[in-house]
C-alpha cells in the first residue's frame, strides 16, 4: 500500500484528498483521524513481526490496520460492521497485494467472533 499514491474512490474528491493529507498526513483512504504519525506510534508501541496476528477493531475502510500490517508484515484482521466499509478494505487490501495477510469480518467488539487469545495485538482507532 504506497501511502502516497492512494486513488480516490468515487466517493473521495480533491477537497476531500486535500483535507486528508493536511489532517493525516498523506491520502490513505481513511474515515477517521488517526494520523500517519499516530499509526506509526501504534506500530512502535506494538513491537508487530511477521507472525503476529493483528485485530483492527472498528477497522472503517482499513486505516491503519492494513498500514501496520504492511509495515510489520503481520497478519491483520479487519473487523466493521459496516459492509461498504469492509469492501473497501478488501479493495485496498487487493490493491495493496496484501489480500493474502488479511481476514475481513462483520460484527462488534461488544460480540468478537473470536476464540480466546487468537491475537497478538488489538487497535480500535477512532471507535470509542
Not at 42 to 47: D, E, I, P, S, Y
Not at 96 to 117: D, K, Q, V
Amino acid at each position: 500500500m504506497d501511502i502516497d499514491i492512494e486513488k480516490p474512490s468515487e466517493s473521495e474528491t480533491s477537497a476531500h484528498l486535500a483535507v486528508e493529507r493536511k489532517v493525516i498526513g498523506a491520502n490513505v483512504g481513511a474515515n477517521g483521524y488517526t494520523t500517519l504519525k499516530q499509526a506509526d506510534e501504534l506500530g512502535r508501541l506494538l513491537r508487530l513481526r511477521r507472525d503476529d496476528r493483528l485485530l483492527d477493531i472498528g477497522a472503517g475502510r482499513g486505516w491503519p490496520g492494513l498500514y501496520l500490517a504492511e509495515k510489520s508484515g503481520c497478519e491483520v484482521a479487519l473487523l466493521e460492521i459496516l459492509d461498504a466499509d469492509l469492501r473497501q478494505s478488501v479493495r485496498r487490501a487487493e490493491e495493496a497485494n496484501l489480500i493474502a495477510r488479511c481476514s475481513f469480518f462483520r460484527g462488534t467488539a461488544s460480540a468478537l467472533p473470536f476464540r480466546s487469545r487468537r491475537f497478538d495485538a488489538l487497535i480500535h482507532a477512532d471507535v470509542l
